[in-house]
């Protein structure tokens, strides 16, 4: 079991990292952190000695004054050493540096000489390090005008708001989940198969798409076209589709958007809805569900998945991992609708009414049992 820290915990990435270490509790313990702990020397004395392995994510990426920027994030890394100094901990801590550091400004300069700082502690103390150098990162939860230009263009897409570009150059990105699949490589090499050697590396996290600011913003766009006012499901043919688009849902005001209104052609026959209209592939199924039976109390990592409830009536209930905040949906099959969970949402669907319910189900990848997708938790 490897002990693991994140400053930073509730930010974008720590967030991620956070929540992704706790799908593995056989593997690793999380050691709690908030930032009022740079406030306080004891507190994270007791932070910093009780890991064995500490992620540095906490920094500051924007302020009005860039010499703001640069004093925070060296006092922060600073603190963190004087921390392991005081208290002769020799935690693995991986640093979150970005390809800023060959930028000539404050923030660049304060991510590569925190980088050395580090380096340096590591050298004297005999200890480990791991500074990784890291390209744009992107994915759901980022904070729009923070984070990163995709968060932005999400939140002003779906907030009718009019994205705007000041320079089209290239974009070089990567997932927030392949960014901590590095962390988690790194954290256990270094604990389980060099645990007693005396490793200082920097690593260049390589980018896994690049593209133009103009070319992000089409495929953003048409996304918005597509699903925010068709209700369609675009083209998801690769990773890089799948993982913007699952981005883009978590920007969408579900308080507001859902229960999204299905068409409902009726004549003389009876009646037809089209429940899910595929630009890509994916996988359709359909449940029945006897009155007051739930389904569901799972979540995704990577998969988003559509509720239409097309007979009976049903309350969708979701929460996102980490939130306590449920929002709940009422879907009635009389006049057909349907809900969209976004990955990283538990979420579950109860038959509300005193008949047998249907509903049919939509996943953006064919669904596998066996491969470590799904996550069991109560809404």
């Known amino acids: 079991m490897i002990k693991v820290g994140i400053t930073g915990q509730a930010g974008f990435v720590g967030t991620h990292l956070y929540n992704t270490l706790g799908l593995y509790p056989d593997r690793f313990v999380r050691v709690p952190f908030e930032d009022a702990f740079f406030s306080n020397e004891e507190t994270l004395k007791s932070f910093v000695s009780s890991c064995d392995a500490i992620v540095h994510l906490a920094a500051m990426n924007r302020h009005n004054d860039p010499q703001v920027i640069y004093n925070t994030n060296l006092r922060l890394v600073k603190q963190l050493i004087a921390a392991c100094e005081l208290t002769g901990s020799k935690p ?184 899910v209209k595929l630009n890509s592939g994916g996988q359709v199924s359909f449940s029945t569900t006897v009155p007051g039976i739930t389904r569901g109390n799972h979540f995704h990592t990577r998969k988003a998945e559509r509720f239409a409830v097309i007979k009976g009536k049903a309350r969708v209930d979701i929460r996102r991992i980490g939130i306590d905040k449920v929002q709940s949906f009422e879907l009635d099959g009389s006049q057909p609708s349907f809900v969209d969970m976004p990955i990283w949402y538990t979420h579950n669907i109860t038959n509300i009414g005193n008949e047998e319910l249907y509903t049919i189900f939509w996943i953006n990848e064919h669904y596998n049992p066996e491969d470590g997708d799904t996550y069991f938790e109560k809404v």
Not at 103 to 109: A, E, H, S, T, V
Not at 129 to 146: D, K, R, T
């Open 92 to 275: 693995h801590i991986l640093f979150s540096s970005s390809t800023q550091e060959e930028r000539d400004n404050l923030y660049g300069k304060s991510k590569l000489e925190g980088r050395k700082f580090l380096e340096k502690w590591a050298d004297q103390n005999n200890a480990q390090f791991s500074g990784l150098v890291i390209p744009n990162v992107y994915g759901p939860f980022g904070h729009p005008y923070y984070n990163s230009v995709v968060a932005t263009f999400c939140h002003q897409l779906t907030h009718n708001e009019t994205p705007r570009i000041e320079i089209d150059g290239p974009l070089n990105l990567i997932y927030v989940a392949e960014l901590v699949q590095y962390f988690i490589n790194i954290i256990e090499e270094l604990d389980n198969e060099r645990k007693d050697d005396v490793v200082i590396q920097e690593i260049k996290v390589q980018h896994t798409i690049e593209l133009k600011v103009s070319k992000l913003l089409s495929i953003l766009e048409n996304y918005k076209n597509q699903y925010f006012e068709k209700g369609e499901i675009p083209a998801l043919d690769t990773p890089f589709h799948r993982n913007l688009f699952n981005t883009f849902l978590c920007y969408i005001d579900h308080s507001t958007f859902f229960p999204f209104k299905l068409k409902l052609n009726t004549d003389e026959r009876g009646s037809f809805v089209e429940t």
